[in-house]
């Protein structure tokens, strides 16, 4: 099967040894993606946060040359798991009618303690 690696161009994805998405046959797995546009994080809330990520991951999905209604899967880490219907609220404004398998799981912090989210996310053709 070929392999098909998509960097966000980031500095760092080679001294950690990873790519922004993976794509193999029809399978496209997402790294963690947090609330961080040219560098910096951004949002206040952990809905906009949420809604950030999930833009940011729908334009992956995109360039990767899947659909939104292809995701069978998401992972959401949060900082603060009381605010789960903020970070809830954006979630099933991108997956309300799609209702990918999913799980919100809260961590004791994230690689910049700004960040409230961090989601992963799998996609399946056919």
């Known amino acids: 099967m070929n392999r098909q690696n998509i960097s966000s161009g980031a500095s760092w994805e080679d001294v950690v040894g990873y790519s922004r998405a993976v794509v193999i046959g029809n399978t496209l797995e997402i790294s963690g993606t947090a609330?961080?546009?040219?560098?910096?994080?951004?949002?206040?809330?952990?809905?906009?946060?949420?809604?950030?990520?999930?833009?940011?991951?729908?334009?992956?999905?995109?360039?990767?040359?899947?659909q939104l209604d292809q995701v069978v899967r998401t992972r959401m880490f949060v900082t603060d798991i009381s605010l789960w219907e903020e970070f809830g609220k954006?979630?099933?404004?991108?997956?309300?009618?799609?209702?990918?398998?999913?799980?919100?799981?809260?961590?004791?912090?994230?690689?910049?303690?700004?960040?409230?989210?961090e989601?992963?996310?799998?996609?399946?053709?056919?």
């Open 35 to 66: 609330p961080v546009r040219n560098g910096q994080v951004e949002g206040e809330s952990a809905y906009e946060q949420a809604k950030i990520c999930l833009e940011i991951i729908a334009e992956v999905i995109e360039k990767a040359g899947f």
């Open 90 to 117: 954006a979630h099933g404004e991108y997956f309300s009618k799609i209702k990918p398998a999913t799980a919100m799981l809260e961590v004791s912090a994230l690689i910049d303690p700004k960040m409230l989210i």
């Open 119 to 126: 989601i992963e996310v799998t996609a399946v053709k056919g």
